[in-house]
Structures are given as structure tokens and as C-alpha cells.
């Protein structure tokens, strides 16, 4: 369950960064699209910390697994 929120939130991050680069090439003038994007992505990035910290600490989570 873990492993599929973070794909899900790694997902989340990628819509992100490449709306809030659309906006920032759509509007010229207006930058608030652009920073309410990155606002949700460098979020996003904060809760994908704590979700791989969770899922390592609960075993979900093998960090340096033995290559199979």
C-alpha cells in the first residue's frame, strides 16, 4: 500500500512540475499559477520524504534490497 503512494505522489510531483511549467510559459505577466504550482510540488516532495521515512522504518520499505 505504501509503494503505491508513492508512485501515486511521484506522479503528483511530475503533473506539478510540468503544469506549473505551462504556466509559466502561458503567462507572461502573472506569475501566481507558477508559484501556487511549485508551492504544491516542493509540498508534494515533503510528503513523499515522509512516506519512504515511514515505509522504511515499517519494513514496507527495503533499503539496498539484494538485486534478484
Same mark, same amino acid.
Given at each position: 500500500m505504501?509503494?503505491?503512494?508513492? +508512485?501515486?505522489? *511521484? &506522479?503528483?510531483?511530475i503533473v506539478s512540475l510540468t503544469s506549473s511549467f505551462f504556466f509559466m510559459m502561458k503567462d507572461e505577466g502573472s506569475r501566481h499559477r507558477t +508559484?501556487?504550482? *511549485? &508551492?504544491v510540488r516542493v509540498s508534494l516532495s515533503a510528503l513523499l520524504l515522509f512516506l519512504i521515512g515511514v515505509a522504511a522504518m515499517t519494513g514496507n520499505l527495503q533499503l539496498n534490497a539484494p538485486p534478484f
Open positions: 505504501l509503494k503505491f503512494l508513492i +508512485v501515486l505522489v *511521484l &506522479i503528483g510531483i +508559484v501556487n504550482g *511549485l &508551492i
